[in-house]
């Protein structure tokens, strides 16, 4: 079957049941319930950005909710503006209040954000209680206007009805275009290793606060259908806490992360307490106990249930076959390795006397009374391989994580190519040509091999949240030559054929080769590299040698730190050597060999004898 | 404004305060221990209110057998908490815990409400009503009492944790689980215990708040918010930070609820924690810990 057929016969399956479903249903209770369900699911929709998407918990989604309905019932009631201009006030009005909630919350992580959001939604029923001018009180707000179009009022439940399942479908396509996007791989990042999405070059803080905001919106429209359709009125106690927790579950039992799953969980859980009547007061607590198994037994939910099903992979690889994406990897593997013809690589390729390109001065990081590094200065030239060893807890790694921005030094001064860097977020840094990988591999684990080297082309790209929705033609090239990049990557590394693959499940030594892979594909002036050999046999050591040199002759600099010492005397232009947080040698491996002190502090007389 | 109407607000304030920093306290010890926050605190001071009201309005136990058959009812209640809401989830991430927590906690909130009804109830007091005149400022005895009980369980605390084997032993779990493991330390054990001691101190807010309010099922929800405020003010982790966060705060509330509104009493601990959180997010004695990469 053809691209073109596959991508009209969604809409017009979705065309054909909105289309009938009010025929079909014509009793209008359930019709209202429907409405119901429909307004639950855009909020879920919104929840599965933050927390399915981005892996931040927000326990306001009701609130948020609320918020929507009351700016557009104030606003339409107090003030008779149309009920289309309440929707986009619903969404902005909302998505503002998740800004303001979210800058002094989400530079931190996890808790934080989640007691802050109860907090919100206390203080919200505390406003919407007291405030009686502006939203009466206890008492709610009634009348709540239908909408119009032309001089038709769409008023009886199957007329909204249009409207909600059409605002629901533009929704659900955003949701799901956003996650195949760079703002929406962004997000991915943060959910599967915050810090690694930093030093990748994800601005982390402004990427949870979108989600945030992006998720309040949602609830915001959610909350505009809500108030406009059915029984026309709200009052505060609908906004409470527990129904932020049922959002909550109906996102979860959906399938955290699965915008279609968000959608299935909250029809299900507006439906089912129809049917489940007889349960009376106790129906909150068979939620609370449910909340807990499906944490338990089905930490998936409902999507990953039917995503493990034979015939739903199935159906998605038939989805898939000839998505962009997929064609252009399999164009990239059917080239042949016309250019690739391994050549090999001598240290002298890469080696002279290239300009300085890092500058570190003083640099001295403390931890309460210990000194973790103390007052160090480098240099490493352009084209060098230079090397930093040292006995454990000399303070390496330490270095390391000052010159990528995770840790703010104590004292000293870093610059890159001129530009100071020290005290930056690790974001900037990466993007102003430093990259790094890590000790103990951070991978986005549960996003494929593809994904998490686009993701490391993140800070070479631009497409923004708008952008990445409507999929605008420069949207399409930008994705497209970031693609091409990773590919290259990948076949750089040896990766080629795995794109597909999650990278969980790769074996330890393509992990550190796919973590080379993401750093190489920000186009680096400087590559850090935390003990890249740790863990490697010997064939897949002197593998990562020849790579180490190959990395070098594209231009790239490298600053490793290793305790494999044949590694290092082999590879290395320089050598810098730490003790206690002090340099006490650096040059040429021959002079490093040789110097007393190195030895008797860390080489040990074999070494020396060699 | 005079001295005398000042200091019975800072008495109130200090004996809230009290109460928010026993609810904090065992925040912040499941915390260190598991590196889970538990959402559901509030609840282990709602649950052990109920029982006491139960027991002494229904059963007309005295306040002595009651404390005792409340305490070992919430120790046990701690054990089997940590068996449903943490155990099946300790290799997973935060986030499931903690949406495991909140389950738990509105279970209980509920399950609450359908055994003792949806009315508000009020415990008996175990201190008289009138107040107590020191040196012309007049105290409810009951503040009195609830500031000597939280200083005499400090106190046991600190004994507890520094001179007894099992509390080193706790407290080495809580620095490495792994290393404790492998000097033979039971971690699932001390884990529990952990579990069992917070909820005991959630026993002691229960019973020491109860004759002040009346006893509902959403008690919990507020001391638990607010008990989380107070640890975040502290810093967050720290022992000392949730005793001082959460007197801090209770003092806070009952000043700006007298001075600035009494209709948004509530939403004073969420601004300073707002306000923490832009102005020194690692709190009073917390310090500033990066992950280690």
Redesign the interface.
């Known amino acids: 079957m053809n691209t073109r057929i596959k991508s009209l016969l969604v809409p017009a399956v979705l065309v054909v049941v909105v289309l009938l479903l009010p025929r079909l249903i014509t009793s209008s209770y359930w019709l209202n319930l429907i409405n119901l369900a429909i307004s639950f699911s855009v909020a879920c929709l919104g929840l599965n950005i933050v927390?399915g998407y981005a892996?931040q918990?927000s326990?306001a989604q009701a609130a948020f909710w609320g918020v929507g309905a009351y700016t557009s019932a104030i606003l339409t009631t107090q003030l008779g503006l149309p009920v289309w201009t309440g929707m986009f006030a619903a969404f902005f009005v909302a998505a503002l209040c998740g800004v303001l909630l979210g800058i002094?919350?989400l530079?931190?992580s996890?808790?934080?954000l989640?007691?802050?959001t109860?907090?919100?939604g206390?203080?919200l029923q505390?406003i919407l209680v007291?405030e009686i001018w502006l939203t009466n009180g206890s008492d709610g707000i009634t009348k709540i206007p239908s909408p119009w179009i032309g001089s038709f009022e769409l008023k009886d439940p199957a007329t909204f009805f249009y409207v909600a399942a059409v605002s629901l479908i533009l929704l659900t396509w955003g949701a799901i275009r956003l996650k195949n996007s760079r703002v929406g791989r962004a997000f991915m990042a943060i959910r599967e290793n915050e810090?690694a999405a930093g030093a990748t070059g994800v601005d982390t803080t402004y990427y949870k606060i979108i989600a945030f905001a992006l998720s309040a919106g949602y609830a915001g429209v959610g909350g505009w259908l809500f108030a406009h359709g059915g029984s026309h009125y709200i009052s505060p106690d609908t906004f409470s806490?527990?129904q932020s927790?049922i959002l909550?579950v109906m996102t979860?039992l959906g399938g955290n992360g699965s915008a279609i799953g968000s959608i299935v969980g909250g029809t299900l859980l507006t439906l089912l307490p129809e049917v489940l009547r007889f349960l009376k007061?106790?129906y909150?607590?068979v939620?609370?106990?449910?909340?807990?198994l499906i944490?338990?037994f089905m930490?998936r939910g409902i999507a990953g249930l039917v995503g493990n099903l034979p015939a739903s992979l199935r159906f998605r690889t038939w989805w898939n076959a000839d998505s962009t994406a997929a064609r252009q990897v399999a164009a990239a593997s059917s080239q042949e390795n016309s250019g690739g013809s391994r050549k090999t690589y001598r240290p002298e390729d890469c080696a002279g006397a290239g300009e300085v390109l890092l500058t570190v001065k003083g640099l001295a990081k403390h931890f309460?009374g210990l000194k973790a590094v103390d007052g160090v200065d480098m240099q490493v030239r352009r084209g060098e391989i230079q090397a930093l060893i040292g006995p454990n807890g000399s303070g390496k790694?330490t270095i390391?994580?000052m010159l990528s921005g995770?840790?703010i030094p104590t004292a000293g001064e870093i610059s890159l190519g001129g530009a100071a860097i020290a005290g930056k977020k690790p974001h900037a840094i990466t993007s102003l040509g430093m990259a790094r990988t890590?000790?103990n591999i951070r991978l986005f684990g549960e996003l494929t091999v593809l994904e998490n080297v686009l993701i490391g082309r993140h800070c070479h790209s631009r497409a923004g949240l708008f952008a990445s929705i409507l999929r605008l033609p420069s949207q399409k090239a930008e994705e497209a030559g970031i693609r091409a990049k990773a590919l290259e990557m990948l076949e750089f590394v040896g990766l080629k054929g795995k794109e597909f693959a999650q990278a969980n499940s790769l074996p330890y030594g393509q992990q550190r080769l796919l973590e080379l892979a993401r750093a190489l594909a920000s186009d680096p002036q400087l590559l850090l590299l935390?003990e890249p050999a740790a863990g490697l046999n010997a064939a897949e050591t002197d593998a990562l040698v020849g790579l180490l040199f190959q990395i070098c002759t594209r231009g790239v600099t490298i600053l490793l730190v290793e305790h494999d010492m044949n590694l290092v005397m082999n590879v290395s232009d320089h050598i810098t050597v730490l003790n206690f947080g002090r340099k006490i040698a650096e040059g040429s491996a021959e002079e490093i060999e040789k110097n007393q002190e190195v030895i008797d502090a860390y080489l040990g007389t074999e070494v020396g004898n060699a | 404004m005079d001295l005398s109407t000042n200091l019975q607000m800072l008495a109130a304030g200090l004996a809230m305060g009290s109460i928010y920093a026993l609810v904090a306290l065992g925040f912040v010890l499941i915390f260190n221990a598991v590196n889970v926050?538990n959402?559901a605190q509030g609840e282990f001071a709602m649950v052990p209110a109920f029982v006491a009201v139960w027991l002494m309005s229904y059963l007309h136990l005295s306040f002595a057998v009651t404390c005792v058959i409340t305490v070992v009812f919430m120790g046990i209640f701690g054990i089997v908490f940590e068996r449903?809401?943490y155990y099946?989830?300790r290799h997973?991430s935060?986030?499931?815990?903690?949406?495991?927590t909140?389950?738990?906690?509105?279970?209980l909130k509920?399950?609450a409400?359908?055994i003792f009804g949806a009315e508000p109830l009020s415990m008996p007091r175990p201190t008289p009503v009138t107040a107590l005149n020191i040196f012309g400022v007049f105290v409810d005895p009951q503040y009195i009492v609830i500031i000597l009980c939280t200083l005499a369980l400090l106190g046991f605390q600190y004994f507890f944790f520094e001179k007894t084997m099992l509390g080193k032993k706790m407290l080495a779990t809580a620095q490495d689980k792994q290393m404790a493991r492998l000097l033979g330390i039971r971690v699932a054990t001390m884990i529990a215990i952990t579990f069992v001691y917070s909820s005991i101190l959630g026993a002691a807010a229960g019973i020491l708040v109860g004759p002040i309010f009346f006893v509902t099922k959403d008690m919990g929800?507020?001391i638990g918010?607010k008990a989380?405020?107070s640890s975040?003010v502290g810093g967050?982790g720290s022992v000392p930070g949730a005793i001082l966060g959460g007197v801090i705060l209770g003092v806070i509330e009952v000043f700006a609820a007298y001075y600035i509104s009494s209709?948004?009493r509530?939403?004073f601990?969420?601004i300073i924690?707002?306000l923490v959180?832009?102005l020194r997010?690692q709190g009073i004695f917390g310090?500033k810990i990066?992950?280690k990469?």
């Open positions: 927390l892996g918990l326990l002094p919350t530079k931190l996890g808790h934080y989640a007691m802050a109860i907090g919100f206390i203080i505390l007291n810090m806490f527990e927790v909550l979860v007061d106790s909150m607590m939620y609370a106990a449910g909340i807990v944490m338990i930490p309460g790694t390391l994580n995770l840790y890590f000790q935390d | 926050v959402f449903i809401a099946p989830l997973r935060f986030l499931p815990v903690i949406i495991s909140i389950g738990v906690g509105i279970f509920n399950g409400q359908i929800a507020m918010v989380f405020c975040i967050f209709a948004y509530d939403a601990a969420f924690l707002i959180l832009l997010p310090e990066a992950e990469a």
